[in-house]
């Protein structure tokens, strides 16, 4: 899981890029993460997502539910904050831990 986020003011963007390491395909996919408190999602993309308080909710959609191996995908979002810009600082991946790059 690599993460590139941008802040300004009380806005920030976070893409995320999630590379399937394993030797199988992941055939539909949820990636959970925390989100800092006080952020909240405004827009996202490539991902149908939901925030349930400060935890998010990533699936796949149409054209990326399935991950060969060695293959990427990338999503992400916008959020307002009210002082924390944070990055989500882990994430589970059809709920087994992701490890976590940039």
Same mark, same amino acid.
Request: glycine residues 12%; hydrophobic residues 30%; neutral net charge.
């Given at each position: 899981?690599? #993460? $590139?986020? #941008?802040? !300004?003011? +009380?806005?920030?963007?976070?893409?995320?890029? @999630?590379?399937?390491?394993? *030797? +199988?395909? @992941?055939?539909? !996919?949820?990636?959970?993460?925390?989100?800092a408190l006080g952020q909240? @999602? $405004?827009?996202? !993309?490539?991902?149908?997502?939901?925030?349930? *308080?400060? +935890?998010?909710?990533? $699936? *796949?959609?149409?054209?990326?539910? $399935? /991950?060969?191996?060695?293959?990427? /995908?990338?999503?992400?979002?916008?959020?307002?904050?009210? *002082?924390?810009?944070?990055?989500?600082?882990?994430? +589970?991946?059809?709920?087994?831990?992701?490890?976590?790059?940039?």
């Amino acid at each position: 899981m690599d #993460r $590139t986020v #941008r802040t !300004w003011g +009380t806005g920030t963007t976070v893409d995320l890029t @999630v590379t399937n390491t394993g *030797g +199988t395909p @992941v055939n539909g !996919w949820t990636l959970e993460f925390p989100l800092a408190l006080g952020q909240t @999602v $405004t827009s996202d !993309w490539n991902t149908d997502l939901t925030q349930g *308080g400060n +935890t998010v909710t990533a $699936t *796949g959609t149409a054209h990326n539910a $399935t /991950i060969a191996p060695g293959a990427s /995908i990338t999503l992400g979002y916008l959020a307002r904050h009210t *002082g924390d810009s944070s990055p989500p600082p882990r994430f +589970t991946l059809n709920r087994d831990a992701c490890a976590v790059g940039r």
